[in-house]
Every structure is written in C-alpha cells, then in structure tokens.
C-alpha cells in the first residue's frame, strides 16, 4: 500500500519544487524592477568640494525663482479648548480604569547644552515581563516595552495623554498663539502653516442650514489668530482638513458618503469667504491616504469604525480605501475650483494644493518585494493622478524610510532610528522629488516641503537630520525640481495624534508641569542659522553609529531573508575565489569618524561632533 505513495509523493515534490521556483523566479524579477526603479545609485548634483554646499535665494518671490523657509503645525496639535475627535479618543478608555495623571514631574537628564528632556530608555524583553503600550508609530515599526507582572497595565487610547500634565490645553494656541508665532518668528522664516478645525467652526452637522450651524465667534478668533501671523511679518499657509473630522460626521460615516463633500465645500466656502484676503498658500487636505487608511481600513484614529469587512477587503478596488479616497478627491477638485472663482472675483492670487505622505519604502527580504510594490502603488500616485489638473502646487511631507516585512514594518540592525521608529534617509527625499517631478513634469507642477521632521528628544538626530535633508532639497533643485520652499515640522513639541505627548518633534521643548514653558533646543539656532543665512556649510556627522546617512554618503542594504543573504555569500566565495586576494574598498565612513566617534574630519577641516558642548554664546537656549 506505502508503496503507491511513493510515486504521489515524489510527484508532489516535484509540483512543490516548480511551485517554489516560479515563486523564486517571479519575486526576483519583480525586485530587479523595483531596484531598477527605486534604488539605482544616485548621481550626486552637489560639489562637496565647495566651501557651501547649498545656497537657498531667499531675498527673491517663489514667483521669481525664490525660495521660502517656514514652520509647520495643525488645530488638533497645539490648540486649547478644543472639544474635537481628538479629544474625545484620548479621553475614551479601553479599559474600565482611568487613573488621574501623576502631579509628580517626570524624572528628566540635563544635556550639556542645558537642555531638560526626558530619559529615554528602550528594554529589552525579560522572563517574566509583559507588554505594554506605546507609541503606536514605534509599534509598527517594532519596538517594544515591558514592564513587570505585577505591574497593574493601563490601557488608553492614548497613553501619553493621560500621563501629561495638562493634556487639554495642547499647547494653548487657541488663547495664546504669541507665545508660538513669537518662537516662529525669531528664527526668521517667512511662512507659517497653520490650519482651521473643521469641528470648531461648524461644531454640528447643518441639517438645519449652515447659518445656524456655524460658530461665528470662532471664525473671528481664527481671523485675528491669522492677522497675527502677519503682525509677525509671516505670511499664511492654511490647511483646511488635517486629519481631523468632526464628530457629528463620523457618526454617519464621513468620507464613506457624498454628503460629506457638500458639507466640507460649505466648510470651505466659509473659509474662504473669512480669510482669503489673509491667506498665500491653500492646502485643502493634509496627507489624505494615511487619513484613510488609519480612520477606515485600521480603525486606529477615531471616526472610522471599520466592521470585519471592510477592513478584510480594504485594499481591494471596490474595498473602502479607494471609495473614501475617492470622495476625498472630488472634495478637492472643488474646493480648487472654489477658491479659485472667489479669489479671482476678489483679485486675489490663490495658489492651491494638497500635503502629500511620502515615505521611501523597500522590501526587507525577496518575498516582501509584492508588498513594497502594492503599498507604493495604492500610496505614492494614485491620488495625485486624479487631481493633477486642479494643483497650483504639490506638497510633500516626507519623514523617512520605511523597511517593509509582512505583516508590518522591519527594523534594519544598522540604520538610524527616530524615537517614533521610522529610519533616517535623506536620499530618500531627493528621490522621491525626482519621481515625482518626473511624473507630473509636463504639468509645470512646482513642489513644496509641507512637512519633513523626526522625533528627537535629544537633539541629537535633529540637527543633522535638518541639514542633511535641505541638501537633498537643493539637490534636486540643481536637478531641476521646481521646489518654492521647505516648512519644518514643528516648532514646540505638541500632540502627535493617537501618540499624545510621546514624540518629540519640536524645536522647542516643553516643560508641562512647568505652565508649558518653553525651551529652545540646540536645533532651533540652527534652524535660524541656516533660515537668516539661507546656506549650508559641511554638515555635522552622526555620533552615535557606524552607517554614514549623509546625502549620497549612505549605502543601501540588499535583501536581509535568509535566501537573499545565502546567495549572496556563496557568490561571494565563488568571485572571492576567481578573484583572488584582491584589496577591499575601504569603507564610505573611513575618513570621516574616528573610532571613538568624537569628532570628524571631512576635506582636511575638523568639524565637531553633535555631542560636543555647544559654546557659542548665541547657541546656548534660555527658557521662553
């Protein structure tokens, strides 16, 4: 009887082993294409032999050929007496205890700058430890934190705002915006990001008609909030719908129905109508994919609600991702042509767009590359596409790279981390702004960087990081990418959605339980710096690891699976051995760090370390 198996057997071996081979076959074509498209070695347009290796004109118009620096924020991030979605789900438990925030100050280091931040400490997993919940930007990245058994575990929606001292208050922009525009001002950028909270302006659904629905109290405030960015010598960029939806919309489904494009476009036409004459830059919808996505497919943001359904067949063209995305589209092309017909009526120069997410994503192993390519395709063009006639311009907020594993996220052992988990990559943004330069070039569609920041309690990422990534900026200019300015994200750390008060992404840190005094870190004179000189000598390096992320300094990785990796080592040995004792190039980092990491050495000039004390009179912080 075992021995008619035996042929089924050996026949099932060989469908396996074709199976298996195709597969191979398939993903190792389709990574040649993705490597051919994504990852091809940069040519760099940058002299790093030149005493600056960027200038910025800052002295002409964007209309000129100029180029501005600005500073970034949203309502649901800094403004008090705010009773929006955001509220509402911090306030909310996922569990039944709801302990009241500790009144003791959080333990704090002192830099030598002289800087309070907190202590940041990662752990690792110990027999008899359990999870606990953090930020969820780092979770999906990989990181993790326990704390022991007989710990009583917490659950929130948000943890880190039932820790914080005066989590309502956000950063009381509301009340007292001067303290912010003030920071904002003194590093002499010329243009401010700021937004209008849909829910605070029409605070109920206007099913009885928009008169009675609107808060006319609150569209005063938002006047004079944005007549004092001008009394500062800022112009306005305005966001209409940063990841904010009102309450009394989720309840019916919000971007799943039509209706909610009419009652935005009367949210629009309220705003125009009030602050037109005040704004430069209109910028209808913050990142509208990852809005979709965490709102409807994952249920992580408040408002979405998604049932088993949808969330099974989200990414499916009929699935609730492109239904929303859809909607969200139309609502743009007509507030575009909205804010286009009163400006014209009113003589004013509109310039109309969108800030788009853009991160630069690569599989981590052969079978990962399906899932860089699906999610760069639902994610870099698509709505881009469908609204590329109703753009003055296309804003990027780019933050990093993203290493993709199934089910999530992968940390790669070498690369360089935020707080929040996303990896430091500044060609990543240069060759995104090629990509997509390339794309819509025949449009004449000029670029600005909406967003691009990292979390960094420390500051020591920071300050590179800004540096590194303006340089990938005027790379792409000498490319020629149309690019009219760079808007950093933020200014004073704030809330950070369903992450509360945990990342850092401020040039100003904030004392909570100190009256939410303000605390300019060592980046925020280098911001103002490299603002009031518009130029960037040789960047600062990293201390703290050996991969050299410079521009055009960092190497990538090849496949990590085991497959990738054992195939690279035995055509290693094989052209090892046909080649001889041949020399190794010497390393891209050798030169530039010495084996202590305290300082570097680029072209023959000594250049400090970020670690090093900062002496400069007009570098040390003083309290706000």
């Not at 009526?345 to 997410?357: D, K, P, T, Y």
């Not at 609204?387 to 594993?405: A, T």
């Not at 703290?544 to 190497?555: E, G």
């Amino acid at each position: 009887m075992g021995i008619h198996f035996v042929p089924i057997l050996l026949n099932a071996s060989k469908l396996v082993g074709v199976l298996a081979t195709l597969s191979v076959t398939a993903n190792t074509i389709a990574f040649i294409r993705f490597r051919k498209k994504f990852l091809e070695p940069l040519d760099n347009p940058l002299d790093e032999s030149a005493e600056d290796l960027a200038t910025f004109d800052t002295d002409k118009n964007e209309d000129d050929g100029g180029f501005f620096f600005g500073l970034a924020t949203a309502p649901a991030h800094v403004e008090d007496d705010l009773h929006d979605a955001w509220l509402e789900f911090a306030e909310n438990d996922t569990a039944d205890s709801n302990p009241r925030p500790s009144q003791q100050p959080p333990k704090g280091s002192r830099s030598k700058g002289g800087i309070e931040e907190p202590t940041l400490q990662y752990t690792v997993t110990k027999k008899g430890m359990k999870s606990l919940k953090m930020a969820m930007e780092a979770i999906s990245r990989g990181f993790e934190r326990f704390s022991e058994k007989e710990e009583e575990e917490e659950c929130h929606n948000v943890a880190a705002w039932h820790n914080a001292h005066h989590p309502e208050e956000r950063l009381r922009f509301w009340s007292d915006p001067d303290t912010e525009l003030r920071l904002a001002k003194d590093t002499g950028i010329t243009v401010f990001r700021m937004g209008v909270d849909w829910t605070r302006i029409m605070p109920e659904e206007p099913i009885n008609g928009i008169p009675n629905s609107v808060n006319r109290a609150a569209l005063e405030h938002y006047r004079w909030i944005i007549e004092r960015v001008h009394a500062y010598g800022m112009r306005v960029m305005l966001t209409l719908f940063h990841h904010s939806l009102p309450p009394w919309a989720a309840a019916y489904g919000g971007w799943k129905h039509e209706k909610t494009v009419n009652y935005f476009l009367e949210f629009t036409k309220i705003a125009v109508e009030n602050f037109a004459q005040l704004v430069d830059y209109w910028v209808t919808f913050n990142e509208p994919h990852v809005f979709a996505m965490l709102t409807y497919c994952a249920g992580a943001w408040p408002g979405g609600h998604p049932d088993l359904l949808e969330v099974a067949t989200a990414a499916m063209p009929q699935g609730v991702f492109n239904h929303v995305m859809h909607w969200m589209a139309v609502a743009h092309s007509k507030a575009f042509d909205l804010i286009h017909e009163f400006s014209k009526n009113s003589s004013l120069n509109a310039r109309v767009g969108i800030a788009h997410h853009v991160s630069f994503m690569r599989p981590y192993g052969l079978f990962d590359v399906p899932g860089a390519v699906l999610s760069n395709t639902m994610t870099l063009f698509p709505y881009i596409d469908s609204i590329s006639d109703k753009l003055d311009f296309l804003g990027i907020n780019y933050y990093g790279q993203e290493v993709l594993s199934a089910p999530g996220l992968k940390l790669v052992g070498n690369d360089e981390y935020s707080e929040s988990g996303r990896a430091v990559y500044p060609d990543g943004l240069y060759r995104m702004l090629l990509k997509f330069h390339e794309r819509y070039k025949h449009l004449n569609l000029p670029f600005i960087i909406t967003e691009n920041g990292v979390s960094d309690a420390t500051d020591l990422i920071r300050r590179p990081y800004i540096l590194e990534h303006l340089l990938a900026v005027r790379a792409a200019m000498n490319k020629g990418v149309q690019v009219l300015g760079y808007l950093f994200w933020t200014t004073s750390d704030n809330w950070e959605w369903a992450d509360g008060y945990g990342p850092k992404f401020g040039l100003v840190a904030v004392d909570r339980p100190n009256n939410l005094a303000r605390i300019p870190r060592p980046s925020y004179f280098l911001f103002s710096e490299v603002v009031k000189t518009g130029g960037l000598d040789i960047p600062i390096q990293r201390p703290l690891i050996q991969r050299d992320w410079r521009f055009n300094h960092y190497q990538l990785d090849g496949l990590k699976d085991p497959l990738s990796c054992t195939f690279r080592f035995v055509f290693a040995v094989f052209f090892w051995k046909r080649g001889g004792n041949r020399k190794l190039k010497k390393s891209s980092t050798e030169g530039y760090l010495d084996h202590n990491y305290s300082s570097i050495t680029t072209k023959d000039r000594f250049i400090p370390s970020v670690g090093a004390e900062v002496n400069e009179e007009n570098l040390q912080p003083a309290a706000v």
